[in-house]
């Protein structure tokens, strides 16, 4: 069955680096998401994004962070200048077109961790 | 706007009994979509079940079945035969219809449910 894969698993970075989370999303899908979980607390959404372009984005994503489908399978979250609380599990989803059904489909996730 | 409130943060079963986790939200719209999702240790999301709000039939997933209350904005859900790997975190989650087929998933803030054997 067809999966969201998400790389690294884990990233450590020092505060004020750049990272690059990177997610492969299921195929034949055409629209996703990035969420992100800080620890013990809820999921929150961060942005969607559809046919090289940002849908929504919530107000935690702000200039410090920036999407990009490079090719035709990456889809990466970049976040220019690390701050302590950026670190959370990030999750990368995505979802089928419509005829396809509804649900969004989740990677593993990867855990950013900000010294 | 939306929310999702799961107001219960702990619950605990015995193997082989039956739980429900309970799930209100508020929204104005009239068409949408429920989830339940698990959060195992490993911390995956993995969808357990699904309700279009259009739907007056309650959704089932082998154990796993929601009750679905429209008007009273509730969607609880009820595992049966509990298992030692239902052991997770549970998070009720909605998704508007009506703002496109791109549109967010909004998170409760989600139950611990531990199963005693």
């Known amino acids: 069955e067809p999966e969201v894969t998400q790389t690294p698993s884990h990233q450590v970075t020092q505060m004020g680096q750049e990272v690059i989370l990177r997610c492969v999303p299921i195929s034949n899908h055409l629209y996703f998401y990035w969420y992100r979980q800080i620890l013990g607390q809820k999921v929150e959404f961060l942005v969607s994004f559809y046919n090289n372009e940002i849908s929504e984005k919530s107000e935690i994503f702000d200039d410090q962070f920036s999407v990009e489908r490079p090719d035709g399978s990456n889809f990466t979250l970049k976040i220019r200048s690390t701050k302590l609380e950026d670190s959370a599990m990030y999750f990368c989803?995505?979802?089928?077109?419509?005829?396809?059904?509804?649900?969004?489909?989740f990677g593993p996730g990867t855990r950013l961790t900000v010294t | 706007a939306q929310t999702v409130t799961q107001s219960q943060p702990e619950m605990s079963v015995q193997e082989a009994e039956t739980v429900t986790l309970s799930c209100t939200y508020d929204?104005?719209?009239?068409?949408?979509?429920l989830f339940w999702y698990k959060q195992p240790p490993s911390r995956q999301m993995i969808l357990v079940i699904r309700q279009e709000a259009y739907k007056q039939q309650n959704a089932t997933e082998n154990r796993f079945s929601v009750n679905f209350q429209k008007a009273a904005k509730s969607f609880s859900l009820k595992i049966s035969d509990s298992q030692l790997g239902d052991a997770a975190m549970y998070f009720c989650a909605y998704r508007s219809r009506a703002t496109g087929a791109n549109s967010k998933l909004t998170f409760g803030k989600g139950i611990t449910l531990s199963v005693r054997p």
């Open positions: 929204t104005s719209e009239s068409d949408y979509y």
């Open positions: 989803a995505s979802s089928p077109p419509p005829s396809g059904g509804y649900e969004q489909y």
